[in-house]
């Protein structure tokens, strides 16, 4: 499998980066993890517009899913061939009915729908291409779901957004790859059930038996050298920032 990085901001875009989204592609088929905030711009840099074969929505926090509506234009308005083919997207209960409110003006109250086929994302484990994906529940305000990729003997497990949770241990058990946020700093925000801190990311790779950590989702109001920082002090196997347009393989 190959990862790249098209955003990892947290919260908001920052000057280097989009926010969330990850490109995740085996045996041709390209699978994106979240569009927030500026990352469909950054997605052309690495693929076409079209040559997506399937989305995957964490949660619907506009930092994971807002490009969606820019991303409806590009299938539903598409000047050469009329609207695309539906694409798969998974989301969380209500994925369609909180793309179509926020977009506000679809010629229609299906229109979503007619370029994206809806699926609804439980814990559970399922084939989607060439990937065997599992899902789970993890702690945010909204429903939210951590995803572990498999294929060919390796994975990738990505948190999502979330607090400490068990769910999200046995989610990332001896992965090979763990792309785990880290918004808040060790010390300074304590809000259970909402982000992790460096440390707890470290920690939760720790517990998990992850053999390599990379740290995404660092708002830009927070230092993200102390996040690493962090983690290394608590993880012993390889810990790196995800940056732009990196490319990692797994």
């Not at 920052?14 to 500026?38: H, I, K, P, W």
């Not at 679809?106 to 007619?114: L, Q, R, Y």
Request: glycine share 8%; net charge negative.
């Amino acid at each position: 499998m190959k990862l790249t990085v098209v955003g990892c901001s947290g919260s908001f875009p920052s000057a280097e980066s989009a926010c969330s989204s990850y490109l995740v592609e085996a045996d041709g088929f390209r699978l994106l993890l979240d569009m927030g905030n500026g990352a469909l711009g950054e997605l052309q840099r690495h693929c076409g517009l079209y040559d997506l074969d399937a989305i995957f929505l964490s949660h619907l926090h506009a930092d994971h899913c807002i490009d969606m509506l820019a991303y409806f234009v590009a299938r539903y308005y598409r000047h050469d061939g009329g609207p695309c083919d539906p694409i798969p997207v998974y989301g969380p209960e209500g994925t369609e009915h909180r793309l179509t409110t926020a977009y506000a003006d679809t010629p229609s109250a299906s229109s979503m729908s007619e370029v994206f086929d809806f699926h609804t994302v439980k814990p559970s484990t399922f084939e989607m291409g060439p990937f065997t994906v599992h899902t789970e529940r993890v702690r945010h305000p909204v429903e939210a779901y951590a995803i572990r990729i498999e294929h060919g003997g390796r994975s990738l497990t990505y948190s999502g957004d979330t607090g400490v949770t068990e769910a999200l241990d046995e989610l990332a058990r001896d992965t090979d790859l763990f792309l785990c946020e880290a918004a808040f700093t060790h010390g300074k925000e304590n809000i259970p059930d909402l982000h992790l801190n460096g440390r707890e990311a470290g920690e939760t790779a720790g517990r998990a038996g992850a053999r390599r950590l990379i740290l995404t989702h660092i708002p830009p109001w927070t230092d993200p050298q102390i996040n690493l920082r962090d983690a290394r002090e608590v993880f012993t196997g390889p810990v790196e920032l995800a940056a732009p347009r990196v490319t990692y393989e797994v």
